[in-house]
């Protein structure tokens, strides 16, 4: 019997499978159009329900770990996905930022392989599009839908049974309460999408780390060797330019295990998810003291706007 732990199911169905993508089609039936981006729409991405996803029974609240009953072995020859809820409010959209729990079961013995995604901190939401198998599972359903979605065998294993629930929608800016400013700080404009502009003070760079909150967010927080989803917006306290930031570079950012510089870890570790912090870096806890290094930051005060969208706590070994 093949038994895999929670911690081998992240790796396995997460890497493996719902991250990097999968070769089935998108819904034979359907005529997708691409946009006039050149996507192909969202709704069309989704895969035609099978004799395999018809086949499965699934017991449990919506947004709750599951049971799913069928009768094995369950022969699965291509992805199929079969809706058994649907969620309500705004339908799913190319680059949404898509959180979801999922229950698997191995399609061979019916036995759960585990379940992920219910419990705050176990994964980060992931980008939907019609390229990704969340949007081939899921299409443009509506947060608080379910889903069956049968994976056929491959290299690495047999078939397996995912119940896949669609949870929310993670904001791409923090949405945390506005805080209070504190003196002597520079100070940040945003611009309607969320994106930052930073005022450096007319006066000397601090020696130490400086960190305040201008967001307070309402979700967890983040531990030592999370890899947190943030936005970032860096900027050089001598220049007053920006040196480097999500925004521009188009999409939120995650580093495994958040490894960067010492002083953009401590504004990271104890805030909470929805929150916007403010840090200045000196150069020790930064990229070094000029001459210290060839990194072109060297020397540098440096300040990040950053924007804690989620975060994913280590897994114990």
């Given at each position: 019997?093949?038994?895999?732990s929670?911690?081998?199911?992240s790796?396995?169905?997460?890497?493996a499978v719902?991250?990097?993508g999968?070769s089935?089609p998108a819904?034979?039936?359907?005529?997708?159009?691409?946009s006039?981006?050149?996507?192909?729409?969202?709704?069309d991405?989704?895969v035609?329900p099978?004799a395999?996803?018809?086949a499965?029974?699934v017991?449990?609240?919506v947004?709750?770990?599951?049971?799913a009953?069928?009768?094995?072995p369950?022969?699965v020859?291509?992805?199929?996905?079969?809706?058994v809820?649907?969620?309500?409010?705004?339908p799913l959209?190319?680059g949404?930022?898509?959180n979801?729990?999922?229950t698997?079961f191995?399609?061979?013995?019916?036995?759960e392989?585990?379940?992920l995604?219910y419990e705050?901190?176990?994964v980060?939401p992931q980008?939907?599009?019609?390229?990704?198998?969340?949007?081939?599972i899921?299409?443009c359903?509506?947060?608080?839908?379910?889903?069956?979605?049968?994976?056929p065998a491959?290299?690495?294993g047999?078939?397996?049974?995912?119940v896949?629930?669609?949870l929310?929608?993670t904001?791409?800016?923090?949405?945390?309460e506005?805080?209070?400013p504190?003196e002597?700080?520079p100070?940040v404009?945003l611009?309607?999408?969320?994106?930052?502009?930073?005022e450096?003070p007319?006066?000397?760079?601090?020696a130490?780390?400086e960190?305040?909150v201008?967001k307070?967010?309402d979700g967890?927080a983040?531990?030592e060797g999370?890899?947190?989803?943030l936005?970032y917006?860096?900027?050089d306290?001598?220049?007053?330019?920006?040196f480097?930031?999500s925004w521009t570079?188009g999409?939120p950012y995650?580093?495994?295990g958040n490894q960067?510089?010492?002083g953009f870890v401590d504004?990271l570790v104890?805030?909470t998810?929805?929150?916007?912090v403010?840090v200045?870096?000196p150069?020790?806890?930064?990229y070094g003291?000029?001459?210290?290094s060839e990194?072109?930051l060297?020397?540098k005060?440096?300040v990040f706007?950053i924007d804690?969208l989620?975060?994913?706590?280590a897994v114990?070994?």
């Amino acid at each position: 019997m093949r038994t895999r732990s929670l911690a081998t199911l992240s790796v396995a169905a997460l890497s493996a499978v719902l991250l990097v993508g999968c070769s089935a089609p998108a819904n034979p039936e359907a005529d997708p159009t691409p946009s006039a981006s050149g996507a192909v729409d969202l709704c069309d991405a989704q895969v035609a329900p099978g004799a395999a996803s018809d086949a499965v029974t699934v017991e449990g609240e919506v947004g709750t770990k599951s049971t799913a009953t069928f009768t094995t072995p369950l022969e699965v020859d291509e992805l199929q996905s079969t809706a058994v809820a649907e969620g309500e409010g705004d339908p799913l959209e190319n680059g949404d930022y898509v959180n979801f729990g999922i229950t698997a079961f191995s399609a061979e013995t019916g036995e759960e392989l585990g379940a992920l995604g219910y419990e705050p901190g176990e994964v980060l939401p992931q980008p939907i599009s019609a390229a990704t198998p969340v949007g081939q599972i899921a299409g443009c359903a509506a947060p608080g839908s379910r889903f069956v979605a049968a994976f056929p065998a491959s290299e690495s294993g047999p078939g397996e049974i995912y119940v896949f629930d669609v949870l929310s929608v993670t904001p791409t800016a923090a949405w945390g309460e506005p805080q209070e400013p504190v003196e002597g700080m520079p100070t940040v404009e945003l611009a309607e999408d969320g994106a930052p502009s930073v005022e450096i003070p007319a006066e000397d760079a601090p020696a130490e780390l400086e960190i305040s909150v201008l967001k307070k967010g309402d979700g967890i927080a983040v531990a030592e060797g999370d890899t947190t989803l943030l936005q970032y917006y860096g900027v050089d306290w001598e220049t007053g330019e920006s040196f480097d930031a999500s925004w521009t570079n188009g999409a939120p950012y995650s580093n495994p295990g958040n490894q960067y510089v010492p002083g953009f870890v401590d504004a990271l570790v104890g805030q909470t998810v929805g929150s916007q912090v403010l840090v200045v870096i000196p150069p020790a806890l930064g990229y070094g003291e000029a001459g210290s290094s060839e990194h072109e930051l060297a020397g540098k005060t440096l300040v990040f706007v950053i924007d804690i969208l989620a975060t994913q706590h280590a897994v114990a070994q």
